[in-house]
């Protein structure tokens, strides 16, 4: 009976983060630089009478109105994770916000209305680089492909302490369908922060995929310019790069809308040059409510894998949904958030 009873794998404990006051700080909106407001012109000396009588017949005037052009005000939902929310009890993030999770205040924001432009206004441009939190844990729910079934989840948590950071991020199958198939897998990237930006310096998976296991690493070594994986292979490194993890947490300067980003990343097998195409204020509805987003869209050729990633403005454009494309195009799953805490200790 013992033999043919099914896995039974206890519950893992949560981070226990510090207590939190919750704060209202302004969304870092998406900003649109006005045109220069006409300036009015000094009005001309009245010409003599018999001019003004011969020019009145032939003189024309228009006028010209300004339009006005304003962003939406938003708030955010800060709830408790998926499974203990159902879909008809979510809250309108725009008519509240709900704190949560009795021992820890999870930090919210809640955003300004942007300033009445009196010109027409120029395409957005990007927000502003937020300061990553020194604490973060976040939990998303893992489907099959495009809005398909939930089969697993995964639960990231970022540390900072003296300018060094720790990322790990834990992927494994839950439910019923850990039954039909095990697989577990654990990222791990450490480096050097300023608080702002991240510089690995040490990136490693290890994979559980039924009985079978693997592990695969990497180590950035800018000292001697060379970057070294675990199967023995070396390559050059002659720019900063990121790895396919820490880039979930590296939110980069980004160029104008619809430009191209470059960014170089490794696997812990194999080092890459990705290119990105942006959108920025890209609305996006989640367990935690409707989400102001920039989306990264990884451009891939036909039979290659691609990649997209939503970082949530309300939340420090901390990662908030990731999509996986095969490379016959489909989708081949996503992971979208269920809960995030923040801690500044």
Do not use: C
Not at 115 to 140: E, G, I, N, W
């Amino acid at each position: 009976m013992l033999m043919w009873l099914p896995p039974i794998q206890l519950p893992e404990a949560e981070p226990d983060l510090p207590p939190l006051i919750a704060k209202l700080i302004p969304l870092p909106q998406v900003r649109t630089p006005t045109a220069r407001a006409a300036t009015s012109r000094p009005k001309p000396a009245a010409p003599p009478v018999d001019e003004l009588a011969a020019a009145a017949s032939a003189a024309a005037f228009s006028t010209t109105a300004s339009t006005e052009q304003a962003l939406a005000a938003s708030q955010v939902a800060v709830t408790a994770p998926a499974s203990a929310v159902a879909a008809s009890d979510m809250p309108d993030p725009a008519s509240q916000v709900a704190v949560t999770a009795p021992e820890i205040a999870v930090s919210a924001v809640v955003a300004a209305s942007a300033p009445t432009a009196t010109t027409p206004v120029a395409d957005a441009t990007p927000p502003p680089r937020p300061a990553l939190p020194k604490h973060a844990f976040l939990k998303f729910q893992v489907r099959i492909g495009k809005n398909g079934m939930a089969v697993g989840e995964a639960r990231h948590e970022l540390r900072i302490t003296d300018g060094r950071y720790e990322l790990t991020a834990t992927t494994r199958t839950v439910g019923l369908a850990r039954l039909v198939k095990s697989y577990k897998l654990v990222q791990t990237s450490s480096g050097e922060t300023d608080g702002t930006v991240l510089h690995p310096r040490q990136y490693s998976e290890d994979k559980e995929d039924g009985g079978e296991q693997r592990r695969d690493s990497a180590e950035l070594d800018y000292t001697a310019r060379k970057i070294s994986f675990s199967s023995g292979h070396k390559m050059p490194l002659g720019e900063s790069t990121q790895d396919i993890l820490s880039i979930l947490y590296q939110f980069p300067p980004l160029p104008a809308p619809g430009d191209v980003l470059p960014i170089a990343i490794t696997n812990g097998r194999d080092w890459e040059r990705y290119r990105f195409e942006i959108a920025t204020n890209e609305e996006l509805v989640t367990p935690l409510g409707k989400l102001h987003t920039v989306h990264f869209r990884k451009l891939h050729p036909p039979g290659k894998e691609g990649l997209e990633i939503w970082f949530a403005q309300e939340y420090r454009l901390l990662p908030v949904k990731l999509r996986h494309i095969d490379r016959d195009g489909s989708i081949s799953g996503e992971a979208i958030i269920t809960d995030i805490r923040i801690a500044e200790e």
